[in-house]
């Protein structure tokens, strides 16, 4: 997937992975009590990143992204540093 954000230094762009909104045993969840996920997927990196890249499933902090809508779509813009580990 391509995207129209490049990232400058360390950042990576990324695109966050939907809440579930039904539970294991079948309940559905309300949107407002749904927790967000703090997993996305990188869709673009900064030339300055060094163990992250494109294509990655990241687990983040929660308070670091810095949310961007464009076009209707919303992406995280997260630092590497901010990164706490890959997922496989």
Do not use: C, F, H, W
Request: charged share 30%; proline share 7%; aromatic share 6%.
């Amino acid at each position: 997937m391509s995207v129209n954000i490049q990232p400058l230094g360390d950042y990576v762009v990324a695109e966050p992975e939907e809440a579930p909104t039904k539970t294991a045993s079948g309940l559905y969840l309300p949107e407002k009590t749904a927790e967000k996920p703090k997993i996305a997927k990188v869709l673009a990196a900064g030339k300055d990143a060094k163990q992250i890249k494109v294509g990655d499933r990241i687990l983040y902090k929660s308070y670091s992204p810095t949310e961007v809508k464009i076009d209707g779509k919303e992406y995280l813009l997260i630092k590497e540093e901010d990164v706490l580990a890959t997922l496989k």
